[in-house]
């Protein structure tokens, strides 16, 4: 989508390995978020941003890191991947405030973790 | 806690007949309502909300939603399917302490030719 990208697209990890996902955003809001996609879970909050270096956990935050320093940019990090994070993790920015309120998910990265 | 039930895994529907994908909720106060669409390998494309005024929402493709308040519903209609509906929506509702958007586990609709 226009104004959200994400990177890599596609990344296969081995166990064990640190993992990074970027998400960048050309919006300026304030709000951003990561989910991960599971067949049955529907999205899972991992961990969201409100701001520069504001962070906070989601409902399935554990095994995972986020880091805000820009506007921006916001990254999440598998500290130490396992096979259960074999996911699709989706990124995401919210238009609070704005009379165009909503909520606008990046392409998403399928990682397989082996 | 927010939550939302989407209580068909699947929905099957011939071209050309209305659809109905069901979506309930659970908030404290108003709630903000959203419908999305996922086609395979894709991301998930806005389809509709509801945040206040005229309780049926007109989105995307043809599709709206009705939001009743006394059922907690906010079923997601079309009144002539495509083949091209075929695709997984998720029905989501905000939480509004922390923006963050609650989904729920998803509906495949599939339309046959």
């Known amino acids: 989508d226009a104004g959200i990208t994400q990177s890599p697209r596609h990344k296969v990890t081995e166990t064990g390995t640190p993992v990074t996902l970027r998400c960048h955003q050309t919006?300026?809001?304030?709000?951003m978020y990561w989910y991960r996609q599971d067949p049955g879970h529907g999205l899972r909050l991992i961990h969201y941003?409100?701001?520069?270096?504001?962070?906070d956990k989601g409902e399935v935050s554990d095994g995972y890191s986020v880091s805000r320093s820009k506007t921006e940019d916001f990254l999440l990090t598998l500290e130490s991947a396992t096979s259960s994070q074999t996911s699709v993790y989706f990124c995401a920015i919210s238009a609070t405030g704005s009379p165009n309120y909503g909520y606008t998910f990046g392409s998403g990265t399928r990682l397989t973790v082996v | 806690a927010q939550s939302v039930a989407q209580p068909e895994d699947q929905v099957n529907v011939a071209e050309g007949n209305p659809l109905t994908v069901k979506c309930t909720y659970s908030v404290s106060g108003n709630p903000y309502l959203f419908w999305y669409v996922q086609y395979p390998n894709r991301g998930l494309q806005f389809l509709l909300k509801y945040i206040t005024g005229d309780n049926l929402v007109k989105g995307s493709y043809g599709f709206e939603a009705e939001f009743n308040k006394s059922q907690t519903s906010f079923h997601l209609k079309k009144p002539s399917a495509l083949v091209s509906d075929s695709a997984l929506y998720f029905c989501?509702?905000?939480?509004?302490?922390?923006?963050?958007?609650?989904f729920g586990t998803g509906t495949r609709l599939q339309v046959f030719p």
């Open positions: 941003s409100y701001g520069v270096k504001d962070t």
């Open positions: 919006e300026n809001h304030r709000y």
């Open positions: 989501a509702v905000r939480d509004k302490d922390t923006d963050k958007l609650i």
